[in-house]
C-alpha cells in the first residue's frame, strides 16, 4: 500500500499526511511540483521527526510517477469528490496506490484519465470537500483494514 500526493501545495497537510503514512508504515510518493519548498519549515512542523523515517519517494513530473508505478505494479485509486464509487464499497488490494489531488484544485482531467478508479468519501448534501489529510486518514485506514495490513 503506498499514498501518493499530487503536486501538494499546503506543506502542513503533507507532512500530517507523511506523519501518517510514516506511523503505519505505508511508504509515499511525492509528486512534484510542490507549491512550497518541499524542506519548508512548515512541513517539518507538520511532519515532525516523522518525515525521516518515512518512506518518500519523490517524482519530477506526473509522467515520471506513472512510469514508476507501472515497474512496480498495482492499481492506482484516485480520491475525487467527481466519483460515483465510495470507499467503503471499493475492494482495496494491498498493492493499491492511493493518491489525493492538490488542496487547491484537485486532480486534473488527465490524472482521472489515468488511474484505475476513482473513489469519493460521502459527505453531506452541499458540503464541497473533507480536508486532503483526513480524507487520505480515513481512506488509507479502511484499505489497511480491508487487507489487514496494520503494522
Same mark, same amino acid.
Given at each position: 500500500?503506498?499514498?501518493?500526493? /499530487?503536486? !501538494? @501545495?499546503?506543506?502542513?497537510?503533507?507532512?500530517?499526511?507523511?506523519?501518517?503514512?510514516?506511523?503505519?508504515?505505508?511508504?509515499? @510518493?511525492?509528486?512534484? !511540483?510542490?507549491?512550497?519548498?518541499?524542506? @519548508?519549515?512548515?512541513?517539518?512542523?507538520? +511532519?515532525?521527526?516523522?518525515?525521516?523515517?518515512?518512506?518518500?519517494?519523490?517524482?519530477?513530473?506526473?509522467?515520471?510517477?506513472?512510469?514508476?508505478?507501472?515497474?512496480? +505494479?498495482?492499481? #492506482?485509486?484516485?480520491?475525487?469528490?467527481?466519483?460515483?464509487?465510495?470507499?467503503? =464499497?471499493?475492494? /482495496?488490494?494491498?498493492?493499491?496506490?492511493?493518491?489525493?489531488?492538490?488542496? $487547491?484544485? +484537485?486532480? !486534473?482531467? $488527465?490524472?482521472?484519465?489515468?488511474?484505475?478508479?476513482?473513489?469519493?468519501? !460521502?459527505?453531506?448534501?452541499? =458540503?464541497?470537500?473533507?480536508?486532503?489529510? #483526513? $480524507?487520505?486518514?480515513?481512506?488509507?485506514?479502511?484499505?489497511?483494514?480491508?487487507?489487514?495490513?496494520?503494522?
Amino acid at each position: 500500500m503506498r499514498l501518493a500526493l /499530487f503536486e !501538494p @501545495d499546503i506543506p502542513q497537510n503533507a507532512g500530517t499526511m507523511i506523519r501518517m503514512a510514516a506511523c503505519l508504515e505505508i511508504g509515499v @510518493d511525492v509528486i512534484e !511540483p510542490c507549491g512550497f519548498i518541499f524542506d @519548508d519549515k512548515r512541513l517539518r512542523r507538520a +511532519g515532525m521527526d516523522y518525515l525521516a523515517r518515512a518512506a518518500i519517494t519523490r517524482h519530477d513530473t506526473w509522467e515520471a510517477f506513472v512510469a514508476a508505478r507501472q515497474k512496480a +505494479g498495482g492499481r #492506482l485509486i484516485l480520491l475525487t469528490t467527481r466519483a460515483q464509487t465510495t470507499y467503503t =464499497e471499493f475492494a /482495496f488490494d494491498a498493492a493499491d496506490t492511493i493518491i489525493v489531488g492538490r488542496e $487547491s484544485a +484537485g486532480a !486534473p482531467d $488527465s490524472v482521472h484519465e489515468a488511474v484505475d478508479a476513482t473513489l469519493r468519501i !460521502p459527505m453531506a448534501a452541499g =458540503e464541497r470537500s473533507l480536508n486532503v489529510a #483526513l $480524507s487520505a486518514a480515513m481512506v488509507v485506514g479502511e484499505a489497511l483494514r480491508q487487507t489487514g495490513n496494520f503494522p
